[in-house]
């Protein structure tokens, strides 16, 4: 380590002007988008990445021997562990993979001890959320608020227009980093690049409580079959379903395997914990591994743990360990608006949601 890491106390945290009425502004955001997606579909989906892309089961393996610093809360204790892990998409209607977007990566790892937040009081897992960049595309929750409303303006409507637009957008997006610029608003406009899911990188982009510290987790991909599809990018022409295709192609025939990686925060002005779109120097704290999933073989649709996974179980990055609280104005934001749309399908479904049974 060349800085020394924060150390987390609850002045880490501060909210910002009328948190609470932009919280409930933000569920109530969330729920129109899901209203109108169930009247749609006579079935109740999630508020947001609705579509999922592959849900796979596989194994955590928490390193031995790791520093005072990395070895907390789960990470304190090495061994395996079991896991879910959900591809999706970041709108709350189910759209072809044509309209490019954000992808997102939830992983739930299975009987973990431990002090629980209180959500999850008498639950034995530990949730985490994960996107395709490193940082969040909007600052605090009032920001994410205004792009969510733009966001449920146009659930399920004008599906061709989407899709040119992100046609459109993905072409200024690939033109900016052609000259080795990247535009945040552009990849969130649909201007996404769409590649492979399994090369990519998931990061959880806010930040947590990691024991003792503040950090911020990496799911990275390891196993040279899942390295050679990183950039990848792929065909959607005519395949609405193209990402749940090529997920398929690869996990059935070879499995693969990722690192789990934590960011420590040095420095709480350069690296804040308010700020969600602040992407927190690598060089100053790289992320270090600590723990290796292992996927095998296997379908990743179409089998009885993904109809779990997507009609009997939500996740939520506040069903955890009290040792890795979600933090800042984001991270705040998501616990009644998860808690809501996962209540939301289950009276519509008449299917009770559980964290895992």
Not at 58 to 75: H, K, R, V
Not at 77 to 102: E, Q, Y
Not at 179 to 192: F, L, P, R
């Amino acid at each position: 380590m060349t800085a020394t890491p924060v150390r987390y106390s609850p002045a880490v945290e501060k909210p910002i002007e009328q948190e609470e009425q932009v919280h409930r502004d933000l569920i109530d955001t969330m729920r129109s988008i899901t209203e109108t997606t169930s009247k749609d579909y006579g079935h109740a989906v999630r508020s947001v990445h609705a579509k999922a892309h592959g849900i796979l089961a596989g194994d955590l393996t928490i390193s031995t021997d790791l520093p005072p610093e990395l070895a907390q809360g789960l990470f304190a204790t090495a061994g395996t562990h079991k896991v879910v892990m959900r591809f999706s998409t970041n709108p709350g209607d189910i759209l072809d993979d044509s309209v490019s977007a954000p992808r997102g990566l939830a992983l739930k790892i299975l009987d973990v001890a431990g002090e629980r937040l209180p959500d999850s009081a008498d639950e034995t897992t530990q949730n985490f959320i994960l996107v395709n960049a490193p940082a969040f595309a909007a600052p605090d929750a009032n920001a994410f608020l205004g792009s969510l409303k733009q966001l449920a303006a146009t659930t399920n409507k004008a599906e061709w227009a989407k899709k040119l637009l992100s046609a459109t957008l993905r072409g200024v997006e690939t033109a900016i980093e052609a000259v080795g610029g990247k535009s945040a608003m552009i990849s969130n406009m649909s201007g996404t690049p769409i590649t492979h899911p399994l090369g990519d990188i998931y990061y959880s982009q806010v930040p947590f409580r990691y024991g003792d510290y503040v950090a911020k987790l990496a799911l990275v991909p390891t196993s040279p079959n899942l390295t050679a599809l990183t950039g990848d990018r792929v065909d959607t022409s005519d395949r609405p379903d193209a990402l749940r295709e090529v997920i398929r192609e690869t996990i059935i025939e070879q499995g693969g395997t990722w690192e789990l990686r934590v960011q420590l925060n040095t420095d709480l002005d350069a690296m804040p914990v308010e700020d969600a779109s602040v992407e927190w120097d690598e060089k100053v704290s790289p992320y270090r591994t600590v723990g290796r999933i292992v996927v095998e073989p296997q379908l990743s649709l179409g089998t009885e743990l993904a109809g779990e996974v997507d009609e009997q179980t939500f996740f939520s990055p506040w069903h955890g360990l009290a040792a890795h609280q979600p933090l800042g104005s984001v991270n705040r934001a998501r616990r009644q608006a998860y808690e809501m749309s996962a209540e939301f399908r289950a009276k519509f479904n008449g299917c009770p949601m559980h964290d895992w049974k």
